[in-house]
């Protein structure tokens, strides 16, 4: 049964990669691959939240510090040193799994809203940093120039359609991991936290280790995000590091859901596309944005995506057992 | 497995919870704790499971000190606990509670290598729903169970560890009459088959009398008597401190 389920979600990620490299082929849209593009980067750094808000009940309000760290390490490294491309990216999730464990190490222990203001703390700090060291960062210039050596086991990445191609495997391949964490033992015990910590140390587990180990993982997955959105841009931006980001992602969880595995990712590409369409008509692209996720939030009460599988749940075992819930 | 404590001392403020408490548990005994509301008989199962440190004193498992350890490793050599009011896990089923406690007593719950739940854990899950009682309900949903199966399989939670020590924080706390008695029944049947060093709290001094080897009663954070029921429903200072109060309140 245990490999069963994973057998599943292999096969739903071989079926969606095959969608996914299909598309261009017939969809001939560039706009329409940079969306995907966008939502590869988005989904990446939502669903990894989604691993500490939904999955481990931390709310982290300074996620965006390792979608933004993802993207400076990276960047930075193919500007500055010679190495490749995929070496690069390796070196800059390191980075960011070594800054998630210093970063982690102080705010674990610190009860809900504590940890939420200290982890919007710690991305402000991080912010600040970039700004004001100019010589390494570009401070509010950011890292312009580009980035050199866009090949990726034989993809070059200054073509839209490999960089689609390569986006689609990263988020494909990235999801399904996270996706494997949150099944683990590790993801069970995570949910003991959630709904129970002091029993779950009742229980014999070290609490602040399985929480630390999740807000790493986390980390490094929203920094993996940020990496793509590095390569989309071609450089590293203040705005990828600052706390308005981090409000992206939490927007994303809350419109897509925090108890399917997939809300986080139909959260990114509702916000995405609401973003798209909304700044052709208006200027008040936020206000229009906050209307919608005040009327998600306050209306549904839960995320699309919760809504959605729930009703699919009632419909099936019939109109008894959901007027019981 | 023997428990004993000595001298145990804990002061919230300048009040003390529990003062100089000794006493002594033998392997395989059956005791009921009692006492007053504000006695420190909570306090004292804190103490005991490494929920919060003495202020001096020890926790002798066995004769070995485990006095302020953490409650993990207090739990891994043997203490288990049940608590006032159901601790369990409300979204998951009674079976995925069990196999999460499976797991976590294994050793297996920072696993990260395969998927949940590791080999064998859903089988031992089985059997300690089946020792309370709550197999039948395996697939429900923990937060939809009814009060007294929540309390089951917060107990039951305490099983999955294979405790030798079982500490039970009024387990019929909430309960009506008659569902007292199937579960007061339930833990009598249990420690006879697990061979457990069972400590209970309980109001119920009909369930006390009948059921506990011995009895410890604390007031005021000491220990104003013990010994069987015959001793206890005897005391002068007992009738005066709480079962005369207590058929006063009735």
């Known amino acids: ?325 | 497995m023997s428990l004993k404590v000595e001298n145990l001392t804990k002061r919230f403020g300048g009040l003390a919870a529990i003062s100089d408490v000794t006493l002594d548990f033998p392997t395989g005994s059956l005791t009921a704790v009692i006492g007053p509301n504000g006695a420190g008989k909570s306090t004292f199962f804190n103490l005991i499971s490494g929920a919060i440190r003495p202020d001096s004193g020890r926790v002798l498992l066995d004769g070995e000190d485990v006095t302020a350890h953490s409650r993990g490793d207090i739990v891994r050599r043997g203490i288990g606990r049940a608590f006032q009011v159901a601790s369990i896990f409300p979204t998951m089923t009674v079976a995925e509670n069990l196999m999460v406690a499976v797991a976590a007593h294994r050793g297996q719950w920072a696993g990260l290598g395969r998927r949940f739940p590791p080999p064998g854990a859903r089988v031992r899950a089985m059997e300690v729903a089946d020792l309370v009682g709550l197999a039948h309900v395996a697939d429900t949903l923990s937060a939809h169970l009814s009060h007294g199966d929540q309390k089951l399989l917060d107990i039951a939670l305490a099983l999955a560890l294979e405790p030798k020590v079982l500490l039970l924080d009024e387990p019929t706390a909430g309960m009506g009459p008659e569902e007292r008695w199937q579960m007061i029944e339930r833990v009598q049947r249990l420690w006879e088959r697990q061979n457990l060093t069972l400590v209970f709290i309980e109001h119920d001094m009909d369930i006390v009398f009948r059921v506990a080897q011995t009895i410890r009663v604390l007031c005021y954070g000491r220990v104003l008597a013990e010994g069987d029921a015959a001793a206890i429903r005897s005391n002068q200072a007992v009738i005066d401190a709480y079962l005369g109060t207590e058929e006063h309140a009735a």
């Not at chain 1, 292999?10 to 095959?18: C, G, N, Q, R």
């Not at chain 1, 940890?115 to 912010?127: D, E, G, I, K, P």
């Not at chain 1, 590790?186 to 229980?203: K, Y």
């Open chain 1, 1 to 325: 049964m245990t490999s069963g389920t994973a057998m599943r979600d292999i096969a739903v990620a071989a079926a969606a990669l095959a969608i996914l490299i299909a598309v261009p082929f017939l969809v001939h849209s560039p706009a329409f691959l940079d969306y995907i593009i966008r939502i590869a980067a988005m989904s990446l750094f939502a669903t990894s939240l989604n691993l500490l808000v939904g999955g481990t009940g931390l709310v982290s309000f300074g996620h965006g510090m390792f979608y933004g760290l993802g993207a400076y390490a990276f960047a930075l490294l193919m500007q500055r040193t010679q190495i490749s491309l995929a070496a690069a990216a390796g070196c800059s999730l390191v980075i960011s799994a070594l800054v998630g464990l210093a970063v982690g190490a102080v705010c674990i222990r610190l009860r809900a809203i504590y940890f939420a203001f200290v982890t919007l703390a710690m991305q402000m700090l991080f912010y600040s940093i970039i700004i004001t060291w100019q010589s390494l960062t570009g401070g509010d210039q950011g890292l312009q120039g580009g980035i050199p050596r866009r090949v990726l086991f034989g993809f070059d990445l200054n073509s839209q359609f490999h960089l689609y191609t390569v986006s689609a495997v990263v988020m494909v391949v990235g999801l399904l991991l996270l996706r494997h964490v949150s099944a683990s033992p590790l993801g069970a015990t995570l949910r003991m936290i959630r709904d129970n910590e002091p029993r779950t140390a009742f229980l014999g587990v070290t609490v602040w280790r399985a929480k630390l180990t999740a807000f790493v993982i986390a980390g490094v997955f929203a920094s993996l995000g940020g990496i793509l959105a590095a390569l989309f841009v071609s450089g590293a931006y203040p705005e990828l590091a600052n706390w308005p980001i981090s409000g992206q992602a939490i927007f994303a969880v809350m419109l897509g859901g925090v108890s399917t595995f997939l809300g986080p990712l139909a959260g990114a590409a509702i916000l995405l596309a609401l973003g798209d369409a909304v700044t052709r008509f208006t200027e008040y692209n936020g206000m229009v944005l906050g209307l919608v996720i005040l009327f998600v939030t306050l209306g549904l009460r839960r995320g699309v995506l919760d809504v959605l599988t729930e009703a699919l749940r009632r419909r099936r075992t019939g109109p008894a057992a959901g007027a019981a819930e």
